[in-house]
DNA sequence: CCATAAGTCTACAAGCCGGTAAAATGCAAG
DNA sequence: CTTGCATTTTACCGGCTTGTAGACTTATGG
């Protein structure tokens, strides 16, 4: 066990289960569409997966490690918190980039998790949120911020970052470190010339 | 038929049902879900909607209608394009207050539709969409936006509109109008002090 | 007081759901 | 050439799915 082709057939399990969850739901996907899309029948599924949700489990508790990671450096830099910002902004996106779809699913399908999965899930996003809510208010303090409501702030950096795996193509020209950028003028200088 | 009492069945069997498909998901309620919500037996509730899915079909359908007709008024107001776009997303955020539950199903569960009203759906979002992105495009025409990328913008406004019913407390301080102008603030001059 | 209609009920159809048991298959190392 | 392991298959379970048929209840207005 703990071969390397075991591990590989058990990730093209996932792999494939993500793509139908990013495309019908959780929910909407069953295990014998998974199995009809992977040419197998469904009960050879569970040679590889205990069951359907520890498949959203590792999905969406993967992606939430990548996140925090991201975070780590930025927040001890000696940077104004506009540049703070800018950075976590980018590697929020760049971690989006590198799985478009995992990450469509962990922003979108993590609700069907069961406790105490959905807990332990929703307190590693608020956390998340928290630290860059922090930066924010840092800014605020600093002067370089304008005094905004912070969590109006927060929600309105997140949906506007956390939906981009519903739109972003990877083909196209712009890549993920200029998009992060791009996206950080956005939030941080707005639309209007100054 | 048509009663006042049947209209008032029907219509209470469709919010029960868009609160319920905002909480767990269109595919995740099942009728005996609603049905047991109403306190009646599943096979009642076909005296009063077609299907499940008519169900969701005019919650996303009548929430279109609301969006397409906010931004009549708006586009041809002789008044600079930041203020055009200042009155659409107010109008967007007071549609989506009238109704957060409708709004999140709208935002969340459209997808679930079947042909062709899936692509009728799709078709009306775009074009509500691209109304949008001719102000912004015109703001960057007359020199009032920067020269920002009109997809991503149109892209970031949304999706910092649509996720508002996600969080939102409508029992809270904020009243819709302030929060439409709030956000405005937001996406049209940035997080930044200038 | 009865006709009408709305609303609900029981019973059921036909099929899909996640998941299990145990046998069969294919393959690679000893 | 056989042992052992990964993988898949067949057959199945109990329960849940949307939706239908037809009978029953309840209320209202003439």
Same mark, same amino acid.
């Given at each position: ?69 991201? +975070? ?6 000696? *940077?104004? $918190?506009?540049?703070?910002?800018? !950075?976590? &902004?980018? #590697?929020? @996106? ?23 999965? +959905? ?6 996003? *608020?956390? $998340?949120?928290?630290?860059?809510? !922090?930066? &924010?208010? #840092?800014? @605020? ?31 196209? *020209? ?21």
């Amino acid at each position: 066990m703990l071969s390397v082709e075991h591990l590989s057939r058990k990730e093209q399990v996932i792999r494939k289960a993500a793509e139908l969850f990013r495309e019908h739901g959780y929910a909407a996907t069953s295990m014998r569409d998974l199995a009809n899309a992977l040419g197998i029948e469904a009960a050879s599924l569970y040679s590889h997966i205990k069951s359907k949700e520890e498949i959203l489990q590792s999905l969406c508790f993967g992606m939430a490690d990548l996140f925090r990671d991201s +975070l780590n450096g930025v927040e001890i830099m000696d *940077i104004p $918190y506009s540049e703070k910002l800018r !950075k976590g &902004i980018i #590697g929020h @996106i760049q971690v989006m980039a590198k799985d478009l779809i995992a990450s469509a699913v962990f922003m979108n399908e993590h609700r069907h998790l069961s406790q105490p999965y +959905l807990r332990d899930f929703l307190l590693l996003r *608020i956390n $998340y949120i928290n630290r860059f809510k !922090k930066i &924010i208010e #840092g800014g @605020i303090r600093s002067g370089e911020f304008r005094e905004i409501d912070t969590k109006l702030a927060v929600m309105t950096l997140f949906s506007s970052l956390n939906w981009m795996p519903n739109w972003y193509d990877p083909s196209g *020209i712009i890549n993920p470190s200029d998009l992060g950028n791009q996206l950080a003028d956005m939030l941080i200088d707005g639309l209007k010339n100054k």
